[in-house]
């Protein structure tokens, strides 16, 4: 296992929500929700920046049979121009599929409810997103997923 800060991100319409890691790769936690416009790369960039990390992980939202659909292809757009930005930074994109609900569910159990839970709901989807992350590469000794190849030219 890698030792060093990831950033987690959940990529939505409207929200992104941003998750983080300790130095040992163990436990996520929630950071921040950014709002999905124009200046969302750039706020990414700049917690990135303030934290050292060592990698970005995006959410990829493959279908259940594991296809790229139009919101997969989105995703994948948009992490190419984050993976810009933050070059040489690697920016790592990684399964996400139902982890909004699982996120739902574990808030819904806490009693968290409408406003409320809306308000965290991308946050706690990014912590599912980081941590999957994280304990698949602690279980197979490689890192997760698939690394944006962004070489600048």
Do not use: F, N
């Amino acid at each position: 296992m890698r030792t060093g800060v990831r950033l987690g991100v959940d990529v939505g319409d409207v929200r992104i929500g941003v998750a983080v890691c300790d130095a040992a790769g163990l436990v996520a936690t929630p950071v921040e929700t950014v709002p999905a416009d124009s200046g969302s790369v750039a706020r990414l960039a700049t917690l990135a920046a303030e934290r050292a990390i060592l990698e970005m992980v995006v959410g990829l939202p493959r279908s259940l049979s594991g296809a790229e659909g139009p919101a997969a292809r989105k995703i994948r757009a948009y992490a190419e121009r984050l993976a810009r930005e933050v070059h040489p930074l690697p920016v790592r994109l990684v399964d996400e599929r139902l982890t909004t609900r699982s996120a739902e569910r574990a808030l819904a159990a806490l009693g968290w409810r409408g406003a409320k839970r809306r308000a965290v709901i991308d946050q706690a989807a990014a912590v599912e997103i980081l941590q999957s992350a994280l304990d698949a590469e602690r279980l197979s000794g490689t890192p997760p997923g698939e690394e944006l190849d962004v070489r600048m030219t």
